[in-house]
């Protein structure tokens, strides 16, 4: 059994749009052998369990169904730490032109 | 999704969910077997560069700062010969209310998809333009859904799609994250058939008009600052829209003298639909995986003729390597105080190249940014780059691989431009164009006229071309 999620949640479903033998012709291999997923976020319409079959309304006010995947999902993107061949740059370029402006 | 028709089934319909997506009969606009009256198609939406103007001062889109980068003037001519190193100017789009140029073209299509009574808008976009719908459309009391191709089969996202799908959330927008593959228009078809809303696709003659604002103000505001029009303005090229509408917005201001270069940069080696290669580009647009195809053949855009025709406004070509972008990025944040979008500084990276050929008292625009923060970042890419197994290290940027290696200049001399064969991109339009030409059908007058029109090549050497083309494919 699933963790029970309320009605009125802010949730993520999850599906499947093209199964790995429906993908578009044209498309590499590597791309044909893996499904095409979708993935929504809206507010629960009823009681639901995580993983299981659900429906949310959008904030565009449609229904759409698919799997429970997350409930009130992260935005986990940051920045990361600072990359080291960045941080010398600023300083290389001030001192080239603090020796040109010497000149 | 709910159920519904098969890819086949939906695919097929295309044009006629197009047709009234976008309520444009682009079939009035068809000459000969070919061509259409590419003028009179963007002339009859009604929306000249004043009226566009309006419309955009209304949401407090344009009206951009231009802003002269003397640091890094200084620094381009600290590597350029006596004489040598032009003035650089950078018109500030990151000023937008959602942050980037892409707030005009969508200004147009939501005022349009308003005026006619749609309910919403629908846009098929991973990057900033997605946000600038969300933004325009919260503005206007729409509906919106942006479908993006976000995360690979592992469920990675790229780090500035996340992003994008959280600003466009912020704006109140339904987002259909994908994973990757070219489908993204079947699911984009279904949502426009659901919904019955309007296709703000970034290819109609309204997203391009919409543009032409951004080229004519920065050829007003030249014209002032420095009392003539820029002598180069550089465009980070994707899809064709940006150049397009910048070019054809100078030319109505009557800088037709101004040198309009496009960049972009080099991701030639990846995949566009790989799952594999997905993560492995640290840029998401303004890269050679759209401008190349897209200059090449404008009409694979998501309506039936691309109102974004790049090689008709082009002069020069360039590309430039990610490692060199993150470089520029730096720079414009630690010696000019800028910090803004690596996609962005595309142009940048190349105008430290184009700059030191030209003379000092010589002119440069750089005519966008885009606004930065968490995903839409050098750092946010690299780490997912250094995760990803691509080496990230400093010298000369030559040696960068695509996928492979990302290397940062050790010193502003080595920033460089490749030019990209005008000629050879002209044939390959010509071949594209030959190809969507049915079997025994004859081009006649009005044809070679367009395509000499899409080409900048005279009308005999289209023709030269053509019957070139013709002998070798049979």
């Given at each position: 059994m699933g963790e029970r999620v309320v009605k009125g949640t802010w949730v993520e479903l999850h599906g499947i749009v093209l199964a790995p033998g429906e993908r578009a012709p044209q498309v590499p291999e590597e791309t044909q052998c893996v499904p095409l997923e979708w993935k929504v976020k809206g507010f629960l319409v009823r009681d639901a369990e995580l993983g299981e079959e659900a429906e949310v309304v959008t904030p565009a006010g449609r229904r759409l169904r698919g799997t429970l995947a997350q409930v009130n999902p992260a935005y986990v993107h940051g920045f990361g730490p600072p990359v080291p061949e960045l941080l010398a740059v600023g300083g290389e370029l001030r001192a080239l032109l603090r020796e040109r402006r010497s000149r | 999704m709910s159920e519904g028709a098969s890819y086949a089934e939906v695919m097929a319909r295309r044009g006629e969910i197009v047709r009234k997506s976008i309520g444009l009969d682009y079939e009035r606009y068809a000459m000969g077997t070919l061509a259409f009256d590419y003028e009179?198609?963007?002339?009859d939406?009604?929306?000249?560069?004043?009226?566009?103007a309006a419309i955009q001062a209304h949401t407090a889109v344009g009206n951009t700062p231009l802003v002269e980068l003397g640091n890094l003037t200084e620094l381009v001519r600290a590597t350029a010969a006596p004489g040598k190193g032009a003035r650089l100017f950078l018109k500030d789009e990151a000023a937008n209310p959602s942050g980037s140029f892409k707030?005009?073209?969508?200004?147009?299509?939501?005022?349009?998809?308003?005026?006619?009574?749609?309910?919403?808008?629908?846009?098929?976009?991973?990057?900033?333009?997605?946000?600038?719908?969300a933004s325009q459309a919260a503005r206007a009391g729409l509906g919106c859904i942006v479908v993006q191709e976000a995360f690979d089969s592992r469920g990675v996202a790229q780090p500035e799609i996340a992003e994008k799908t959280r600003?466009?959330?912020?704006?109140?927008a339904e987002v259909i994250r994908l994973s990757v593959g070219p489908e993204l228009f079947y699911v984009f078809l279904r949502v426009l058939e659901e919904t019955g809303w309007f296709n703000a696709s970034l290819y109609t003659p309204f997203s391009i008009l919409g543009i032409e604002t951004l080229g004519h103000e920065l050829a007003q505001q030249m014209k002032q600052r420095t009392g003539a029009f820029p002598d180069v303005v550089v465009v980070t090229h994707a899809g064709g829209g940006n150049l397009t509408g910048t070019a054809r917005g100078l030319a109505k201001a009557g800088a037709v003298e101004s040198t309009v270069v496009a960049a972009s940069v080099d991701l030639s080696g990846l995949h566009m639909a790989s799952d594999r290669d997905f993560n492995r580009k640290s840029f998401t647009t303004g890269h050679t995986g759209f401008s190349i195809p897209f200059t090449t053949w404008p009409d694979r855009a998501d309506v039936p003729r691309n109102a974004a025709r790049a090689l008709r406004y082009m002069d020069r070509f360039?590309?430039?390597t990610q490692g060199e972008v993150f470089y520029a990025t730096q720079a414009l944040a630690e010696l000019e105080g800028m910090e803004r979008g690596p996609a962005g500084n595309t142009s940048l990276a190349a105008a430290f190249a184009l700059g030191r050929e030209m003379d000092r008292d010589a002119t440069l625009v750089v005519q966008e940014t885009e606004y930065t923060?968490?995903?839409k970042h050098p750092l946010a890419q690299l780490d997912l780059a250094r995760r990803m197994g691509i080496r990230i290290g400093r010298g000369d940027p030559r040696t960068s691989?695509?996928?492979?290696a990302i290397v940062i200049p050790e010193h502003p001399s080595q920033l460089r431009v490749e030019d990209v064969d005008l000629d050879h991109l002209r044939r390959s339009y010509l071949r594209h164009a030959l190809a969507a030409v049915p079997e025994g059908a004859v081009l006649e007058e009005p044809d070679v006229s367009f395509l000499a029109a899409e080409t900048r090549l005279d009308p005999s050497t289209v023709q030269e071309v053509i019957d070139e083309v013709r002998r070798t494919s049979r």
């Open positions: - | 009179r198609l963007l002339a939406t009604g929306y000249d560069v004043e009226t566009v707030d005009r073209r969508a200004s147009i299509s939501v005022h349009e998809a308003r005026q006619r009574g749609f309910q919403g808008v629908v846009a098929a976009t991973s990057g900033n333009y997605g946000a600038a719908v600003a466009c959330e912020a704006y109140g360039v590309t430039v923060g968490a995903g691989r695509p996928g492979q």
